[in-house]
């Protein structure tokens, strides 16, 4: 499988983890979502990593990373998510690729053609039209607080995954996917404590209902599931290229928002979208 055909699965599996996310929220905290996030890490995660090859020699070099991807590109994301209308939540979530091409230029030596540089720009002035108040008021700018975790996410997910693309390459194995699915394992427990969730009572009652968590449990596989095509991705093609393309799973989401989420969304915001989505399409032509 090439860089590219697995960048494209890797949009589909994070949309419909991200539509099904944005529903599961209204059953469970971000924290209890993101243990099963990390159950299915262990599940999946770790036997392809050991199918694909690991070296464990590199365990501490890669756990550094593996910690900032587990926090950046995966916690602060379920957080983030469950903040605001999931059409505008995710396509501000989705102008990742504009943060993962500053950083793979600063910290992993990428260079941006002028095009590329356009079309960046394009991706940046639509994120702005989506994010801002129609009115710039301090009344207005305070609800829409609910909109700044989405951009922190967006900045957190370009810098792990320069990172992660930086150690993905050097060590030209699957120890980073190895290690990530162990490092989650603390990481969801410390979720969890911070939520002040007792998740012995919550799988209690999940196994007792295991049908109104379909939700949950369904984003939580597709997500794990899109992230691993992701990382295939980054082992075979440059982040400059693979994130822009998982990025696209934004179209996805909000067809999926307003067929099945029965969400609407402003004719300004419209604009912003379409403006993302040049942007973004343009980068993966450019490739």
Do not use: C, H
Not at 40 to 66: D, H, Q, T
Not at 169 to 189: C, G, M, N, R, S
């Amino acid at each position: 499988m090439s860089g590219v055909i697995a960048a494209i699965y890797s949009s589909f599996f994070l949309a419909l983890s991200q539509a099904s996310l944005k529903k599961s929220y209204r059953e469970l905290p971000p924290s209890v979502a993101f243990f099963f996030d990390m159950v299915f890490g262990v599940l999946l995660w770790l036997p392809l990593a050991i199918y694909f090859g690991v070296n464990l020699a590199s365990f501490n070099e890669v756990l550094i990373y593996a910690i900032i991807s587990a926090i950046l590109s995966e916690a602060v994301v379920f957080y983030a998510l469950s903040k605001g209308q999931l059409s505008i939540t995710s396509i501000l979530i989705g102008s990742y690729p504009i943060y993962t091409i500053l950083f793979s230029f600063l910290i992993n030596k990428e260079l941006l053609t002028l095009s590329q540089s356009l079309f960046v720009a394009l991706t940046i002035i639509g994120t702005l039209i989506s994010y801002l108040p129609s009115k710039l008021s301090r009344e207005e700018l305070k609800k829409s607080g609910a909109l700044i975790w989405p951009l922190i996410a967006a900045v957190g997910i370009g810098l792990s995954d320069t990172l992660s693309k930086k150690i993905i390459t050097k060590t030209e194995d699957f120890t980073f996917l190895f290690v990530l699915a162990l490092v989650q394992i603390p990481v969801a427990f410390i979720y969890l404590k911070l939520e002040k969730q007792n998740i012995i009572k919550k799988m209690q009652v999940i196994r007792q209902k295991a049908y109104d968590y379909k939700n949950a449990i369904a984003g939580s596989l597709f997500n794990i599931i899109g992230t691993g095509l992701l990382w295939i991705a980054f082992s075979r093609t440059l982040a400059s290229i693979a994130s822009p393309i998982t990025a696209t799973s934004g179209v996805l989401v909000i067809i999926i928002s307003l067929l099945f989420l029965d969400e609407k969304i402003s004719l300004r915001q419209i604009l912003g979208i379409l403006l993302v989505f040049g942007g973004i399409i343009g980068l993966v032509t450019l490739g």
